[in-house]
């Protein structure tokens, strides 16, 4: 397997260190006590996270060095910012940050022309998002940037079209040792109430395809936020297991909704 060894900047990236929750949480402590060292170790105990972002945009950049280096600008964003006592993972709070950084980076870099009022008008978009995301912890609806922005709503819809791609909501956008952490984790659309109360709908009328351990196990993941590790403990089974019944209830699910 050593001729597969992922090199970024000079540096093997399977011998990046990655920080559990409780060492994190200790770091977060340290730092924003003003302890610099600690800062270093949030940095380096998190590059993996930017990797693994920074490989799902390798189709769009040949210089995966310099990617990788804008995404750790959104990493350093992201521990500058982040806020221990709204009780969330600082990977949920990291990942639209560092996606940001790189979007942006790409955005300004991309081969295909884009007008100079919607270039401006993205750019705009993103650092009212960027602001809302730091303060209240989730994504501002299109309504609140069209209104900020001055615009109509389907300007801003264009606008982001233009420096977006199209990604699965199912697509895993970060893992760590068989923890994933979805695209869909990260949607949010109060808006679109109609749809959403359908996909719910389906949701539900899907959920009997599944056993009860399969059904326990979603529960313990996207409702009371419990890592694979956490529910393998309690389950008394390996996190592997964890892991695959996990993946197996989410794809069944989906052919379901399918359908």
Not at 12 to 35: A, C, I, R, S, Y
Not at 130 to 144: C, H, L, M, V, W
Not at 190 to 211: A, C, F, G, Q, T
């Amino acid at each position: 397997m050593s001729r597969y060894k992922v090199v970024i900047s000079g540096m093997p990236t399977e011998n990046l260190k990655v920080l559990n929750n409780e060492e994190m949480e200790e770091l977060f402590l340290h730092f924003q006590n003003g302890d610099r060292e600690a800062k270093d170790k949030l940095i380096c105990g998190n590059l993996k996270l930017v990797l693994s972002i920074v490989q799902r945009f390798s189709a769009r950049c040949e210089n995966m060095d310099d990617l990788f280096q804008v995404g750790c600008i959104g990493l350093v964003k992201a521990i500058d910012h982040f806020d221990l006592s709204h009780e969330v993972r600082f990977s949920t709070y990291a990942v639209p940050m560092i996606m940001g950084e790189i979007r942006r980076y790409l955005r300004d870099n991309q081969v295909i022309r884009v007008s100079r009022h919607l270039k401006d008008l993205s750019y705009q978009i993103f650092r009212i998002k960027e602001q809302f995301i730091q303060e209240y912890r989730k994504e501002p609806s299109i309504a609140y940037l069209a209104q900020q922005c001055g615009v109509k709503e389907k300007d801003i819809m264009d606008a982001l079209d233009s420096c977006q791609s199209v990604l699965s909501i199912f697509e895993p956008i970060y893992s760590n040792e068989g923890d994933e952490l979805y695209l869909l984790d990260q949607i949010k659309d109060e808006h679109d109430m109609i749809r959403r109360e359908r996909d719910l709908i389906s949701l539900e009328k899907s959920m009997h395809i599944l056993n009860e351990r399969e059904h326990d196990i979603l529960h313990k993941r996207f409702y009371d936020d419990m890592t694979q590790m956490e529910i393998a403990q309690e389950l008394g089974i390996s996190q592997a297991q964890v892991s695959r019944l996990e993946k197996n209830a989410i794809n069944a699910l989906k052919k379901e909704m399918e359908r």
